[in-house]
């Protein structure tokens, strides 16, 4: 029998490879910033077509590569990093394993043209599938521009599982948000099919985050700061207020590196603990920096999860840092760390001299005699003997009913009973049920919205609204502008990102459409293009829907219900909730 084991070849061990470090165009626009960075760049720019696809391009002034060193760097395990074991240990790059490059170069066609900031001439390489093409002397600006063309040309299934360029580009955005986040002191520029995304200017960490997300979460960032000499802890946190259903802006970072992690996500949580709505996440940017002994980032190819020596500590840290920052900034009640309470009660507060306090007068009747007899009260005879014949007849007839309502409509022979927490009782035929009007108020309403058509009304409003995009919201606003013009928007994007709003659907209340559109934009994440109209149903339903503490009055609860009957009685909305439920009235009785 034949040996069956092989050696791959190198192109092929290279694109198995490719699949743990280029998992989209994204993996490829983290890779090639962070090289960037670790190159001493000040200056970097992100050029992309069609969401990565076709290009994906970064051009930065760092130190430049040899000609030697730009032939090697696309070498699988060839980097300038680290040397030894040991180094693993006491990272302070951003990359290590020199994979990146030669993964990348296995599955597109990729053109590097470098020079050193000391050499006269550059170089240009070309490799395409793994395979050097050429390599040859070339005149180029200092630094390193390096050009990824056709993502997975040589790997037509990958390419095939990209999804829509709409998602594509935002995890795009999301990697060159991280990595703009964890270095405010440098300039990037994003531009997407020759437009202009991100034009970001080096500052304090503050002007990058109102850069990237917009003027209008600067008032609702608190500051945190702690040093302990061993960890430092800085960054900001939203108030109430910026908190979202999805997790929106949540970023960690240690020594300037992206990181995840649930675990240190719980302590932000317990921070805010009885400060927001159930279901809603807060928004934070923390940056924690430490030795790097302490930690370790060697985990996985991605590099987006850490391994810290004492993690107990940090979540400790993170937690008692923000709770002491909501108290001092007066979003939370503060903690004096310094105050025994056992002392407070030998040593009372003293009163304060130049505050008067005005006793009130005491009104004596020094002529009251509680012993003299009392003067009977006069009451009127007839009124007295009418409430006498009240009573008598009172005490044989039978209790009446109490009626919460107005006379029932004979239209419903069910009865129905409002509960104080804002749920019904019905009885329906021979079953007792409890029903959320809420849930199925939303349930009335999606199917009456089926039966409309497309094209929607729409109202002029007397005063235009102003709504301030960030570039993400923007990118956003683009992707579905085909479709507002039939759903009754009228919409201006004005200079300085600032979108004018002059009509909206009949259907939405003046009041309602700037929620309305920042739920819309928070929800479309990650979402398609052609996913947009259910999407927008959903959260015209949500808005519009009342709560079941909404409904006071029987005649409209009758009219909700016949709606309600003639769909069926569905007991689950289309998210999965129920919307009633029988009361067990055998079993009550029983308890009787």
């Known amino acids: ?226 040093d302990l000499g061993w960890v430092n802890l800085h960054g900001f946190v939203g108030k109430p207020e910026a908190a979202k259903k999805t997790r929106g802006e949540q970023f960690f970072f240690v020594n300037g590196r992206y990181f995840r992690s649930p675990y240190l996500n719980r302590a932000v949580q317990e921070a805010f603990e009885g400060l927001l709505m159930s279901g809603y996440s807060p928004s934070f940017f923390l940056y924690l920096e430490l030795d790097p002994e302490k930690i370790d980032i060697n985990i996985h190819p991605q590099k987006t999860e850490v391994k810290f020596e004492d993690e107990n500590l940090i979540f400790a840290l993170i937690r008692s840092t923000i709770k002491k920052s909501l108290g001092i900034y007066n979003v939370a009640p503060s903690l004096d760390f310094d105050r025994n309470e056992q002392m407070d009660s030998f040593f009372p507060p003293k009163p304060d001299a130049a505050r008067s306090y005005n006793a009130s007068n005491i009104n004596v009747d020094r002529n009251y005699n509680p012993f003299a007899e009392a003067t009977p009260s006069k009451i009127n005879d007839t009124a007295m003997v009418n409430f006498t014949e009240m009573y008598q007849q009172n005490i044989s007839a039978e209790p009446s009913k109490i009626n919460l309502f107005d006379d029932e409509d004979d239209d419903l022979d069910e009865d129905l009973l409002r509960l104080p927490n804002g749920y019904w009782i019905f009885n329906k035929e021979d079953k007792t049920l409890l029903l959320d009007l809420g849930r199925i108020h939303q349930i009335v309403l999606a199917e009456n919205r089926k039966e409309k058509t497309k094209s929607r009304k729409s109202q002029s409003l007397l005063f235009s609204l102003e709504y301030h995009l960030n570039e993400i919201e923007k990118n956003k606003y683009r992707s579905i502008k085909k479709y507002l013009p039939d759903l009754g928007f009228d919409m201006v994007l004005a200079e300085d990102n600032v979108l004018r709003i002059n009509a909206v659907p009949e259907d939405l209340k003046e009041s309602q459409v700037i929620k309305f559109l920042e739920n819309l934009f928070e929800i479309l994440e990650y979402k398609t293009e052609e996913e947009f109209l259910e999407s927008y149903n959903n959260q015209w339903i949500r808005v519009n829907a009342k709560s079941k503490y909404d409904f006071l009055y029987k005649p409209e609860v009758e009219e909700l219900l016949k709606d309600f009957i003639k769909l069926g009685f569905p007991e689950y909305t289309p998210t999965g909730n129920r919307t009633f439920l029988e009361i067990p009235v055998n079993e009550l009785i029983n308890k009787f």
């Open 1 to 226: 029998m034949s040996d069956i084991i092989q050696l791959l070849p190198d192109h092929v061990a290279n694109q198995i490879a490719a699949g743990e470090v280029v998992q989209r165009p994204a993996s490829i626009v983290k890779e090639l910033l962070e090289n960037s960075i670790d190159a001493g760049a000040t200056k970097i720019e992100l050029i992309v077509e069609e969401a990565g696809r076709n290009l994906v391009k970064v051009v930065d002034n760092g130190a430049g590569m040899s000609e030697t060193d730009a032939r090697m760097a696309f070498e699988r395990h060839a980097t300038s990093k680290i040397r030894n074991t040991e180094d693993i240990f006491h990272i302070a790059t951003k990359g290590f394993r020199g994979e990146a490059l030669a993964s990348i170069a296995a599955v597109a066609q990729v053109e590097l043209k470098t020079k050193k900031n000391d050499a006269e001439i550059g170089s240009i390489i070309y490799i395409e599938g793994g395979e050097l093409q050429f390599q040859e002397p070339v005149q180029t600006a200092e630094g390193s521009t390096f050009s990824v063309k056709n993502l997975f040309y040589n790997v037509p299934a990958r390419r095939k599982f990209l999804k829509s360029n709409n998602i594509e580009f935002r995890h795009i955005i999301d990697e060159f948000q991280r990595v703009a986040l964890a270095h405010d002191g440098l300039e990037f520029s994003l531009y997407h099919n020759d437009e202009v995304i991100f034009n970001l200017r080096k500052g304090s960490q503050m002007q990058r985050i109102v850069d990237i997300f917009g003027r209008k979460l600067q008032p609702l960032l608190v500051p945190i700061k702690e």
